[in-house]
Nanobody, 120 residues
C-alpha cells in the first residue's frame, strides 16, 4: 500500500503564498503520476495540477496557471504545490493523489487533505 500525507496548508491573506507538500510512504515503487485536487465547501472536487513520474510533464487548470506550480522530488517521494497570488476562491481542502500504474486513468491513492484558507 501507499500512504500519502499532505502538509503546508493554513490561513493566508489574499495575495499571499503557500507551498503544499505531499509525502509518499509505503510501496512507493507503485507511485507514478501524481496530482493535487481541491474541494471547496459546496463544490465538487476538482483537479488542480498533475505531474508525471519524470516530473517533466505537468498540467494545471486554467484558473491557477501563472500562479501555481507543481513539482516532485522522487528521491524524497514528495510532490509539491507552490501557490502564489492566492485569492479567496482558492480556499478549499487540498488533496494529494497518486496513480498506482504507469498508464492508469484513475488515481488509486489519496491523502486526507490539508485546509487552505485565503482570507483577510
Amino acid at each position: 500500500q501507499v500512504q500519502l500525507v499532505e502538509s503546508g496548508g493554513g490561513l493566508v491573506q489574499p495575495g499571499g503564498s503557500l507551498r503544499l507538500s505531499c509525502d509518499a510512504s509505503g510501496r512507493t515503487s507503485r507511485v507514478f503520476a501524481m496530482g493535487w485536487f481541491r474541494q471547496a465547501p459546496g463544490k465538487e472536487r476538482e483537479i488542480v495540477a498533475a505531474i508525471d513520474l519524470s516530473g517533466r510533464n505537468t498540467y494545471l487548470i486554467d484558473s491557477v496557471k501563472g500562479r501555481f506550480t507543481i513539482s516532485r522530488h522522487n528521491a524524497k517521494n514528495t510532490v509539491y504545490l507552490q501557490m502564489y497570488s492566492l485569492t479567496p476562491e482558492d480556499t478549499a481542502v487540498y488533496y494529494c493523489a497518486a496513480k498506482g500504474t504507469p498508464h492508469g486513468s484513475t488515481y488509486d491513492y489519496w491523502g486526507r487533505g490539508t485546509q487552505v484558507t485565503v482570507s483577510s
